[in-house]
């Protein structure tokens, strides 16, 4: 018998989609490990690669021995060995691209590994007047440990200020992070009660630990505060939390929730971190010197030893879709982490997603629910405004007369008002200003997209053109358009009803860091607007205690879409934004503008009606054989010349026409953005019927496509079917 290893190779071109079994040399044999990085003989030079695992078995003929190890310290737990494997099989990646999505670039290249940089950690509280010190103190508060370069980076000219908050005793500092276990960190009791409600859903997941769960409660109904109880339980006995959010409500707001109960045990992980940052946390991580991370979606990698809880909150948020290799789901991760560590997931939303709520209603997912705003505060009114009634009443406005007579009123009360435009860059449906109604494929019910070149309307699903009508065929009105105004046009129209008023913009153009969201989160906090014009990116996470007014300027948009979640991304977008109203004393009041009033996604949202609104999707869901009914692959086709990518996708439909039985190969069809930076897109939809067994046929058709088309992109379960 030998002692073997097998070895993920850390190479990408070629496309490696198995391990390769080395010999570990005697030499070796008591330090190697599974997660570790070892270098190898690998065809003609040499490469690193991750073992996936050792055993005892007759040497194959030809073996090569591993030559050494690169790193003591094995960089991946072995869950995470086995999730690049899962990974790599359950959504078509090739398992180097697997391991990279895990391993974050700073550690896999050790950069920084050996730095000795100085690291500060704010010590109790500060009072101070604004100042360059005391924003230096807060900065550090916020952020737990920041090292040197950051808080340098950040605040250039503070050397000076730094080193009077250490001479003071409000900054330590730390020239290595302390290592503690996590059974030692101090953990600051509650500071309040829970409800009833928040009591009853801590309790039965105390009770089973390990299982999964779907937290459904409505907003501001104290979720987080559910969190927080888990996770201080999974700290008491031994065990690390991760808690996953949306990267937009990664505001230092939230951080300092958690680091307010759980102090310097908190690290957080998002796009933002140095390349320092990454390699320290995933290491103190992996040693078990950090209780809790609070992360956005790529923290769902990070090696945790010893997991006890994950949450994911915000669980609907399609962010949590990855789009590129692997195009993995958070949530699913998550799930499959849980399981495999045994550690409590808690999928938490006040709109969950058709998929979870469906898997809660299968028993999947245990299933709690928070059905009350804490305090008993009321949820918001929603009242909605018919913009055909506007248009018939000669007021033309972007803004209803109901919408501007309550920005006044909000105004003249020193409150603060949101408004949001539900746009998406690409919109562009054509919709009758005069029925309300979209225009839609006949067959797919799904709405059709205005394509320039050929002025033609086209269903994305099936294909079929149309032409662009003058009027409409519902009503004959000539008033039919296309659709689409931006954050710009909104901003500019506030200004010019409400010359004196102070708006923020916020859209994916003013925000592209993630330090802007905190920016401009602070700047809105502290008043120093008083109305705030975003898309949905601004509609979750915040809390603005002085915002009594949310305003939907164009609830439709969203709904028009060629996607068959547009009606759940409208409810949820609707209901969301509506729960950023109310948050603090003045009663919260939501203005929706919408052409469509009677549409269930609008008028169920209009009474907070999830239960209602998921029934009705459910059907719809049903009809028309979508997820959870089926399960989808959207296989993207891309190439500068037009036929040759079209023709590609017919022959890949032929392929999987082979395939026997419950399976459904809808196109090829032009993606709805058909070029791309110079290149045609074309894409084909699968349905696969579930429990149809023909999962493993179907995968290896899909693989062996994916080695004949090198342009072909496949995704499991898509979000984005641009
Ligand atoms: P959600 O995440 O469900 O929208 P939050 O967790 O943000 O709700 O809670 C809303 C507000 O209620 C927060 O300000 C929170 O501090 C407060 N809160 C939550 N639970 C309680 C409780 N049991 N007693 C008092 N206040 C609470
Ligand atoms: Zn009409
Ligand atoms: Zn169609």
Not at 173 to 196: F, R, Y
Not at 518 to 542: H, N, P
Request: aromatic fraction near 8%; proline fraction near 6%; hydrophobic fraction near 40%.
């Amino acid at each position: 018998m030998d002692r073997l290893a097998d070895v993920i190779i850390d190479r990408v071109a070629e496309g490696l989609d198995h391990v390769f079994t080395y010999r570990v040399p005697d030499a070796l044999r008591h330090d190697i490990q599974v997660g570790q990085w070892v270098r190898v003989p690998f065809r003609h030079g040499r490469v690193r690669g991750v073992v996936s695992r050792l055993y005892d078995d007759r040497e194959p003929p030809g073996t090569k021995a591993i030559e050494a190890i690169e790193d003591a310290e094995a960089v991946l737990t072995p869950a995470l060995v086995a999730l690049a494997e899962w990974m790599a099989d359950r959504y078509l990646c090739y398992l180097p691209q697997a391991v990279r999505a895990i391993v974050p670039a700073p550690v896999r290249s050790g950069a920084g590994r050996r730095s000795q940089s100085v690291w500060y950690q704010a010590v109790g509280e500060r009072k101070g007047r604004p100042s360059l010190k005391h924003a230096v103190f807060s900065y550090c508060r916020a952020e737990g440990l920041v090292s040197r370069e950051t808080l340098l980076a950040r605040f250039p000219h503070a050397e000076r200020a730094i080193r009077s908050l250490v001479a003071e005793g409000a900054l330590a500092v730390v020239m290595s992070p302390p290592v503690a276990v996590a059974a030692e960190i101090p953990v600051k009791p509650p500071e309040l009660t829970l409800t009833a409600e928040q009591q009853r859903a801590c309790d039965a997941m105390l009770a089973v630990p390990g299982r999964s769960w779907l937290l459904e409660g409505v907003t501001g109904s104290g979720k987080t505060e559910v969190y927080l109880t888990l996770i201080q339980h999974a700290l008491e006995t031994g065990r690390q939390a991760l808690v996953l959010l949306p990267e937009i409500a990664l505001t230092p707001q939230t951080v300092t929730r958690f680091r307010h109960r759980f102090g310097s045990a908190v690290a957080v992980w998002h796009s933002g971190l140095t390349a320092t940052e990454r390699r320290r946390t995933w290491d103190l991580v992996r040693r078990g010197g950090i209780g809790v991370v609070v992360g956005a979606r790529s923290a769902v990698f990070l090696p945790f030893p010893a997991l006890g809880v994950i949450v994911v909150d915000e669980e609907h948020e399609p962010t949590y879709k990855q789009e590129e290799h692997p195009r993995y789901h958070t949530r699913d991760v998550a799930l499959w982490r849980g399981a495999r560590e045994g550690a409590t997931v808690v999928l938490g939303s006040a709109t969950p997603s058709v998929e979870a709520r469906y898997a809660a209603e299968q028993g999947i997912l245990g299933h709690l629910r928070l059905t009350q705003r804490v305090w008993g505060k009321a949820m918001p009114t929603v009242e909605l405004v018919d913009m055909r009634e506007e248009l018939k009443a000669g007021h033309r406005s972007i803004f209803s007369r109901r919408l501007i007579e309550a920005m006044t009123h909000t105004l003249e009360r020193g409150e603060q008002a949101i408004l949001f435009l539900n746009r998406r860059g690409y919109s562009t449906f054509v919709l009758c200003r005069s029925c309300g109604q979209a225009l839609e494929c006949p067959d797919c019910a799904v709405s059709l997209t205005y394509h320039q070149e050929g002025e033609r309307l086209m269903c994305h699903y099936c294909l079929k053109t149309f032409p662009v009508p003058t009027r409409c065929p519902q009503c004959q009105s000539e008033k039919i358009r296309y659709f689409g105004a931006g954050t710009e046009r909104v901003v500019s129209e506030v200004s010019r009803l409400f010359p004196r008023t102070r708006v923020l913009r916020a859209d994916r153009d003013v925000l592209t860091r993630p330090e802007d969201y905190s920016t401009l989160y602070q700047r809105f906090y502290r008043g120093e607007a008083d109305i705030l014009v975003g898309t949905q990116m601004i509609a979750k996470g915040m809390d603005f205690p002085r915002v009594s007014l949310v305003g939907i300027v164009a609830a439709d948009t969203a709904l028009h879409l060629p996607d068959y979640r547009s009606a759940e991304r409208t409810f949820q977008l609707l209901v969301q934004a509506a729960g950023r109203s109310g948050r603090g004393t003045a009663p919260g009041q939501v203005v929706v503008q919408t052409y469509n009033p009677v549409h269930y996604a609008i008028a169920r949202a209009e009474h907070h009606d999830y239960n209602g609104f998921y029934q009705e999707e459910l059907r719809y869901r049903q009809e028309t054989s979508y997820p959870p009914y089926t399960q989808l692959w959207l296989l993207l086709f891309r190439g500068i010349d037009e036929s040759v990518v079209r023709d590609q996708a017919g022959e890949a439909k032929a392929v999987l026409e082979t395939v026997r039985g419950a399976v459904d190969v809808l196109g090829p069809a032009p993606a709805p953005l058909v070029r791309v930076r110079g290149e045609y897109r074309y894409q084909l939809l699968i349905k696969v019927r579930p429990l149809s067994g023909v999962e493993r046929e179907l995968t290896a058709t899909l693989k062996q496509l994916r080695g004949a088309f090198p342009n072909l992109s496949v995704t499991r379960d898509p979000y984005f079917f641009m």
